[in-house]
């Protein structure tokens, strides 16, 4: 199905769906031009949607991805699963690292990191960057495998995900009296940080196959910081539990088949 793309070069590849993927987050935003509000009830859902897919895309075109191709370099299942567990906590800490360092601010728990000699809005943005720079490394790294599906199925799933996760950013912004252009401008900026990270992520893992498992584990662990520390936590945080669970088990079996069957 996906043969005709076999022959482009893998840092392409990334790029490009990465790209793809990242626009997701404008495109999600154009409503804001319109639209001032939308219910907390409804917020919460799509921050389920959008981590139910990320969760499946860790697990099915990350994880499992990674630990085929350590068994074949390694012909060791313990050897393997070390290297994809050193992997995934290798992402966390960066990812902490990157919270811990980089100044930045959410819109449910407030700045973090070194903020005070930076305009609140550019908080916001530095925010949003941290969490999509995984999510494009994720794409590139999908790319770099023997199975370009995997990188399809990564760029179309994160796309799909960052269409309500822009909109409620970018309502978000509306809530903290910026305006409708501005709102729609930060999340369509934001999104086009993804591109940098796939590119990275094809580049480092067309460097060497060698290098595959433990780049794939690395996103994934970059990715399950992002779900679980920002993504999870946000939409909960609204009051609207049972939606945001539903959000998440609808994001995570629409990712999975689209997994599955663009494979």
Not at 41 to 65: D, E, H, K
Not at 70 to 81: E, M, P
Not at 119 to 148: C, M, Q, S, T
Not at 160 to 177: D, H, R, S, Y
Request: aromatic content about 10%; hydrophobic content about 55%.
């Amino acid at each position: 199905m996906l043969d005709f793309i076999k022959d482009i070069p893998t840092v392409y590849l990334g790029l490009i769906g990465s790209f793809i993927a990242g626009m997701g987050t404008g495109v999600g935003a154009i409503p804001v031009l319109v639209i001032r509000k939308i219910s907390q009830r409804v917020q919460g859902a799509m921050l389920g949607f959008g981590a139910g897919v990320m969760l499946a895309a860790t697990s099915f075109s990350l994880v499992v991805p990674s630990l085929e191709a350590a068994t074949q370099q390694t012909n060791s299942n313990t050897f393997s699963a070390l290297i994809v567990v050193i992997g995934i906590l290798l992402g966390g800490l960066f990812l902490w690292c990157s919270h811990q360092y980089f100044p930045h601010e959410h819109f449910i728990k407030g700045p973090e990191g070194n903020y005070q000699n930076l305009k609140r809005i550019w908080l916001f943005v530095i925010a949003i960057a941290i969490h999509n720079f995984p999510e494009g490394l994720a794409v590139g790294v999908g790319f770099g495998g023997e199975y370009v599906a995997n990188g399809t199925a990564l760029a179309v799933g994160i796309g799909l995900q960052n269409i309500p996760e822009g909109f409620v950013v970018a309502i978000a912004l509306l809530t903290e009296k910026y305006s409708r252009w501005s709102a729609f401008s930060v999340a369509l900026l934001t999104g086009l940080v993804e591109p940098l990270g796939g590119l990275i992520g094809a580049g480092v893992v067309s460097i060497s196959q060698a290098i595959l498992p433990w780049a794939m584990a690395f996103a994934a662990g970059a990715m399950l910081f992002v779900i679980s520390d920002e993504i999870i936590p946000e939409s909960h945080s609204l009051g609207h539990e049972k939606e945001a669970t539903i959000g998440v088990m609808v994001g995570f079996v629409i990712m999975m088949f689209l997994d599955f069957t663009l494979g």
